[in-house]
């Protein structure tokens, strides 16, 4: 998460969207960086709602803009798959190894998700609270350009984010059927990308 309070905007970190390459180019010009732990780095808005907004509006009388960035929901399930086939990922239980993308993809549809498949739901992160905290500049990943555009504009700064914590490069096949059900079974998250820009 990354805040500039003085352009009143905090920088969501959804997971496997491309943050940490904004928040390593922005560190230096933000005003507050969580980095770690994971929990709060990636603070979704019902805890940025909980612990941060209040602060800033008890403390200062101001009401901060959210912005995130989502992913297309096949590529974002497709990063972490990837992601858990790194080297060092091997034996743990959150590992893919030896699990197809067919497999991924089914366990991540069932109620109760088993460790490998358990990687949230960006829809959920970035759920309205029911006092109005909402996402206000909602961007999808595709649309790198934009983002820049939009964070140099409202920052006055040049942004030059490298690629970071990138997944190894696999081919991702995703069976016609299992596609179709993941668009019926999780249909908030392609509604949510559809309403990025």
């Given amino acids: 998460m990354l805040v500039f309070f003085k352009e009143r905007l905090v920088l969501l970190s959804v997971p496997k ?21 994971p929990e709060l780095k990636h ?15 008890k403390m200062f009388g101001v009401e901060m803009e959210i912005m ?12 972490w798959y990837r992601y858990r086939q790194r080297p060092f990922m091997q034996g ?19 109620g109760k998700r088993p460790g490998f498949a ?12 029911p006092n109005g ?6 961007f999808k990943y595709e649309n790198q350009p934009g983002i ?4 140099q504009d409202r920052l006055q700064t040049e942004i030059a984010p490298a690629r970071e914590n990138v997944s190894p490069d696999l081919p991702l096949e995703l069976s016609p059927d ?20």
């Fill in 17 to 37: 969207t491309g943050t940490t390459a904004y928040q390593t180019a922005l560190r230096a010009r933000a005003d507050i960086v969580v980095s770690d732990p």
């Fill in 133 to 138: 905290c909402t996402v206000r500049h909602l």
């Fill in 68 to 79: 995130a960035v989502v992913r297309e929901p096949v590529d974002w399930l497709g990063s």
């Fill in 92 to 110: 743990k239980p959150n590992a893919t190894h030896g699990i197809s993308f067919d497999d991924f993809v089914n366990a991540y549809m069932q």
């Fill in 43 to 57: 603070a979704p808005i019902y805890r940025y709602d909980r612990f941060f907004r209040p602060i800033f509006e």
């Fill in 148 to 151: 820049r555009a939009f964070l």
């Fill in 118 to 129: 358990n990687v949230g739901s960006q829809a959920r992160f970035l759920t309205p609270r």
């Fill in 178 to 197: 299992i596609a179709e059900r993941l668009r019926r079974k999780c249909a908030d998250e392609f509604e949510l990308h559809a309403r990025a820009i």
